[in-house]
């Protein structure tokens, strides 16, 4: 059983940036691959991005076309924590971020759907003012 807990949300302006970071617990994190997911009020939950749980120093990384470009997914299985770095943010990514992990088979496996994955974390709420 593996617990998630988000942090690094907040109010920003539009181009600012945020590092969000998603601490696990209560497995072994580096057979999980991890997703972070966005959902807006009114709005479906949706992923922004998904990264494999590894092999070594090397791992994969998918990007919405969204975000592609401004935000960056990493992972330090060695602190049990995954980041998303948001660069040159705006309006439209206000939203509450999630981090959700499931156990894989390979390295490189990313999973881009929610119901891929079993655990998910509480939620950050992120802001961008215009």
């Known amino acids: 059983q593996v617990q998630l807990v988000e942090s690094g949300g907040g109010l920003v302006q539009a181009g600012g940036s945020l590092r969000l970071s998603c601490a696990a617990s209560?497995?072994?994190?580096?057979?999980?691959?991890v997703g972070w997911f966005r959902q807006a009020p009114g709005k479906e939950r949706e992923v922004v991005a998904a990264?494999?749980?590894?092999?070594?120093?090397?791992?994969?990384?998918y990007y919405s076309d969204s975000v592609k470009g401004r935000f960056t997914a990493s992972r330090d299985n060695a602190k049990n924590t995954v980041y998303l770095q948001m660069n040159t943010l705006n309006p439209e990514d206000t939203a509450v971020y999630y981090c959700?992990?499931?156990?894989?088979?390979?390295?490189?496996?990313?999973?881009?759907?929610?119901?891929?994955?079993?655990?998910w974390g509480q939620g950050t709420q992120v802001t961008v003012s215009s």
């Open positions: 209560g497995g072994t994190f580096s057979r999980y691959a």
């Open positions: 990264i494999s749980r590894g092999g070594g120093s090397t791992y994969y990384t």
């Open positions: 959700a992990a499931v156990e894989a088979n390979n390295s490189y496996y990313t999973a881009r759907h929610h119901r891929e994955y079993d655990y």
